[in-house]
């Protein structure tokens, strides 16, 4: 942990690290209170109140940085002035989430464990900053394929990123820090995401999914549509 963190960061910390080893079910406030170095038993719950309270900060921090990094890579396509491609918008989505994967690194799997009930209800009341930019992507690419039903193109991105969190929680515990081969093996596996993405967005739809949807339309996107439910069993499909 960098000197001068707060207290509060390093049992945030701790606390990312424990989730994504063992689950958030598993570990309890007085046990990352213990992990963090803290002689006050009720540390963990004074700084942070709930464990449902601490699991939304550190997807806030987390996801805020990544969300931040994918706004860059958002604004540098649209600096060129036309309309980024598909591809292109895929890579954007996944790059930031696999470019956290490194030999130290946690933030996949914890992503996963909270994507399931009941921590995905955790994340309703998060900062709707912290994921901006995936909405912004959703509606790009909703705009290039207007043509596909709203259901279904919800459904899909849920899948798209549901398998793109579950793949790189996957991976991440084994990865080694400073593996030029490990970093080229997380390389890869974001490509082929990416590819997979696309090819989910660009499936025909079969005329058994379309006697399945809703007679009545569906916006696109809403208020009610944040990433992180999509990726959970949440999801409405």
Same mark, same amino acid.
């Given at each position: 942990m960098a000197r001068g963190s707060t207290t509060r960061e390093v049992m945030a910390e701790v606390a990312l690290r424990m989730f994504a080893e063992r689950g958030i079910d598993a570990v309890s406030l007085r046990e990352i209170t213990t992990a963090s170095g803290q002689r006050n038993k009720s540390a963990a719950q004074y700084h942070f109140g709930t464990k449902e309270q601490l699991v939304r900060e550190i997807f806030e921090r987390h996801t805020g940085e990544v969300n931040a990094h994918r706004q860059r890579l958002l604004d540098a396509l649209h600096e060129?002035?036309?309309?980024?491609a598909l591809e292109e918008l895929a890579d954007v989505l996944i790059r930031p989430l696999a470019e956290t994967v490194d030999g130290d690194s946690h933030y996949a799997r914890f992503l996963a464990r909270v994507s399931t009930p009941p921590w995905i209800g955790a994340l309703v009341h998060a900062d709707p900053m912290a994921t901006q930019s995936v909405q912004t992507v959703f509606t790009e690419i909703a705009q290039l394929l207007d043509g596909l039903p709203g259901p279904v193109l919800r459904t899909r991105l849920a899948l798209a990123m549901m398998l793109t969190v579950r793949a790189l929680a996957a991976c !991440?515990?084994?990865v080694a820090p400073g593996s030029p081969d490990d970093a080229r093996r997380v390389a890869l596996l974001a490509a082929q995401l990416v590819d997979t993405t696309v090819g989910i967005l660009l499936a025909p739809v079969s005329g058994a999914t379309r006697d399945l949807l809703p007679h009545a339309a569906e916006p696109?996107?809403?208020?009610?549509?944040?990433?992180?439910?999509?990726?959970?069993? !949440?999801?409405?499909f």
């Open positions: 060129r002035g036309d309309r980024p !991440e515990h084994t696109v996107t809403d208020d009610s549509w944040p990433w992180h439910l999509l990726i959970g069993a !949440e999801a409405g």
